[in-house]
């Protein structure tokens, strides 16, 4: 009798699991079929699977992305959004590249000044956002712009250059170690979770009242995700200039509407208090497999876009009713 009963309580862990998890397995079920199609389409078209080469580039290529979705996921866990994190990656890849010399002492001293740039960036957002109680979508479209016109004046035409070992440290062109970087931010990720300010931007997010009648004081918590999603911005800047091996003012403009598709892929909700950056990994590959994918399709680069906006439409779609189906099962 009792194991009768222990198959039936399993189940039902397994389905609170998933269902308490749905966006985030929702991902990653979505990265294995991308990956998939990807291999598919490029063995047709090249007669053989993805090598060291294409996996590498694949990865290197993805990291700005991936610290980008980190960066909006802490503030949309707030209920927020931040439209800011491309100029942000402007400033601080320009930064990099202007003034970024060879030697450890400069290398680890620009990084180090570079973090503190975003994160007191990310500071002003949070107190305009927080104290000011102003929208979050128009301050950081605001400061979006500001932080575009300092990225120009830092570096007015592409250049400048980054030094070798720094490229190495950082996207090694040699072999994906790269998803060394993934795994530890997503350990990172699951240790935060658990933390004390990990727990309240979960609790604001769902509903700022109830943190507040809990104790959780809500507007150290938004400053907090602004700060947090300043640093990882500009360390997106920072992947990005050692990816590219120099400069650009303008490089990282993509990036603010590229983090908010990756954002939604990995099933964090844009109303705040669910979701997991994780998730959000997973769908920085995501948005990186489907522009492989329409690459060796050999779609013109003028559709793209298009095709892009498409699938995610489609994807979007797709998740909201297999998590209403699910809900109901």
């Given at each position: 009798?009792?194991?009768?009963?222990?198959?039936?309580?399993?189940?039902?862990?397994?389905?609170?699991?998933?269902?308490?998890?749905?966006?985030?397995?929702?991902?990653?079920?979505?990265?294995?079929v991308v990956v998939a199609l990807y291999c598919g389409v490029y063995f047709a078209q090249q007669g053989r699977f993805p090598g060291n080469f294409e996996l590498t580039s694949t990865?290197?290529?993805?990291?700005?992305?991936?610290?980008?979705?980190?960066?909006?996921?802490?503030?949309?866990?707030t209920r927020g959004i931040d439209l800011s994190i491309g100029g942000m990656m402007d400033l601080t890849n320009a930064l990099a590249a202007a003034h970024m010399k060879a030697g450890i002492g400069s290398m680890l001293g620009w990084s180090a000044l570079i973090l503190a740039v975003g994160?007191?960036?990310?500071?002003?957002?949070?107190?305009?956002v927080a104290y000011g109680r102003l929208q979050p979508i128009l301050v950081t479209l605001a400061t979006l712009s500001i932080f575009q016109g300092l990225a120009i004046r830092v570096l007015p035409d592409p250049g400048g250059a980054i030094p070798q070992a720094y490229t190495d440290a950082?996207?090694?062109?040699?072999?994906?170690?790269?998803?060394?970087?993934?795994?530890?931010?997503?350990?990172?990720?699951?240790?935060?979770?658990?933390?004390?300010?990990?727990?309240?931007?979960?609790?604001?997010?769902?509903?700022?009242?109830?943190?507040?009648?809990?104790?959780?004081?809500?507007?150290?918590t938004k400053l907090a995700a602004y700060m947090m999603g300043g640093v990882f911005a500009a360390l997106a800047g920072l992947v990005l200039a050692a990816t590219a091996t120099s400069g650009d003012a303008t490089t990282g403009d993509g990036f603010t509407l590229r983090s908010v598709v990756a954002v939604v892929l990995g099933g964090v909700s844009l109303f705040g208090g669910r979701g997991s950056a994780i998730g959000a990994m997973a769908g920085a590959f995501i948005t990186m497999m489907i522009v492989n994918v329409l690459f060796f399709t050999a779609i013109d680069p003028l559709y793209q876009s298009f095709f892009e906006g498409l699938f995610l439409v489609v994807v979007v779609v797709l998740g909201a009713v297999i998590g209403r189906r699910f809900r109901r099962g």
């Open positions: 009798m009792s194991a009768s009963l222990a198959a039936p309580a399993r189940l039902t862990r397994v389905r609170r699991y998933l269902l308490h998890n749905l966006g985030l397995n929702l991902a990653l079920a979505l990265l294995v990865v290197d290529n993805t990291m700005p992305l991936v610290l980008a979705a980190i960066a909006q996921t802490l503030v949309v866990l994160a007191g960036l990310g500071l002003v957002n949070g107190l305009l950082l996207v090694n062109t040699s072999a994906p170690w790269a998803l060394v970087y993934v795994v530890a931010l997503a350990l990172l990720w699951l240790g935060f979770r658990r933390s004390a300010l990990g727990v309240a931007l979960f609790a604001v997010g769902n509903d700022e009242r109830a943190a507040r009648a809990n104790g959780i004081d809500v507007i150290r």
